[in-house]
């Protein structure tokens, strides 16, 4: 479980710094100690308040065909940004292209280096994915 929390950490760790190279509206400020903490808080928060949030909004979720889910991350990013000082979202629509570099990067990241807590298990000539 540790070494999940930490590889999806490094990971939203750098999707907030790509989302704030490339948009104006959010930032760290030079302090990388902000960026870190805000990438620790932001896991944090999608760890144990996103699930909840995702439950409450089911119904529109499935309206949606999943869009409603993406437009989660945003309160996300409000509240990382309200918990970490250095770490600031400029409007609404940065938030949400934030959220939409952000899970990108990690689409990404997921995508070159697999998803967090999943190994290659070998069985007989197949390689199979097994959850740890």
Known sequence: MARRLVITWVFNTLA?????????????????????????????V????????AFLSLPFIIVTLGLCYFLIDVPMLYLTHWIVPGFHIASFWWAVLGAVI??????????????PGRRRVRRRGAIAMQWR
């Open 46 to 53: 999608n760890v144990f308040v996103k699930p909840v949030l």
């Open 102 to 115: 952000v899970s990108a990067v990690n689409a990404i990241l997921r995508a070159c280096f697999g998803r």
């Open 16 to 44: 907030l710094f790509v989302a704030t190279r490339l948009l104006s509206g959010l930032g760290y400020g030079s302090d990388w100690w902000a960026l870190l903490l805000a990438g620790l808080v932001f896991t944090l």
